[in-house]
């Protein structure tokens, strides 16, 4: 009995304008004109794009890809783990449903302007000034520029900057996840990184203690030519008095009770590679941790200073 045909992708397009364009079952290129085209993906991973006017794009059940091109367009990628694919035009408006979805850009973008995605990859190259802003929710933050800033906002987030960048990380409530340099979360990160980016925390909340603390990774230890810093100004360090208060660093020894100390123990491993610094800081002064940093260096190992890796 002969084999059925493979499922090889169907390319529709669409020449002329004002036109409603529909996918079959199979992996469909829906491409459309001019005119206000209407494409309509079937249940596989399609790809439609817009091309120029304002465009309504509809994925299916697939892990689809939608490209509305020039003009505002209306992209809904439905069921399945989608990409949005996002020009310099601003106005778009992006709705998802279900799945892991992505929007991807090369400019500055606030997943907040979008409805059901998860994700934000954002290659600006060697543009300044690039913002990421997420939601609410649980986001993968992922930035390639020359300077940005990556504002997470609450949720579990993982925040991914560019190895050559300057970049500021700002975490946000709930456990984050940073890395600014190789992206891999894990070692080996010796001499990965050599931008100069600082990691914001600006109260007790948005790090932990223990197991739901913040993590960061690639973390530049200063240098000849400078390094990382995790900056603490905006956070009040002493929340027993008014006023914004500094913290008093009293490196790795043991809190004495007296509210604002902030202290950075070692943490030494067999294998360098794990090896990391916990920051913590008493902001009551009950002799107790408010909250945690993990931080993993490249290059050094060695204990973080408040002289030049950290912003009291």
Sequence with gaps: MPSSPPDFPDEVEDTGFDQVITGTDGRDTLIGAAGRDHLIAGNSDDTLVGMQGEDFLEGGNGNDRLIGGTGI??????????????????????????????????????LRSYTGVEALDIDAGSRRGTT??????????????????????????????????????????????????????????????????????????????????????????????????????????????????AFSFISDAEFSGTAGELRVEYVDFADDRLDYNLISGDVNGDGVADFEIEVHTQLLNRLLTADNDIIL
């Design 73 to 110: 367009d209306r992209l809904e990628g439905g069921a399945g783990d989608d990409t949005y694919f996002v020009g310099h035009d601003t106005g778009d408006t992006i709705v998802d449903t279900a799945g892991f979805d992505t929007v991807r850009a090369t400019t500055s973008q606030d």
């Design 132 to 245: 990421a802003v997420g939601t609410d929710g649980d986001n993968l933050l992922d930035v390639s520029s020359w300077s940005s800033v990556i504002d997470a906002g609450a949720g579990n987030d993982t925040l991914l900057g560019s190895d050559y960048g300057h970049d500021i990380f700002i975490g946000g409530l709930g456990r984050d996840v940073m890395d600014s340099g190789n992206k891999n979360l894990g070692p080996p990160w010796w001499g990965q990184d050599m931008g100069i980016d600082r990691f914001d925390f600006r109260a007790p909340e948005e790090s932990a203690v223990g197991a739901e603390r913040d993590v960061i990774y690639n973390f530049l230890q200063s240098t000849s030519f400078g390094g990382d810093q995790v900056n603490l100004g905006a956070m009040d360090a002493n929340t027993q008095i008014n006023g914004n208060q």
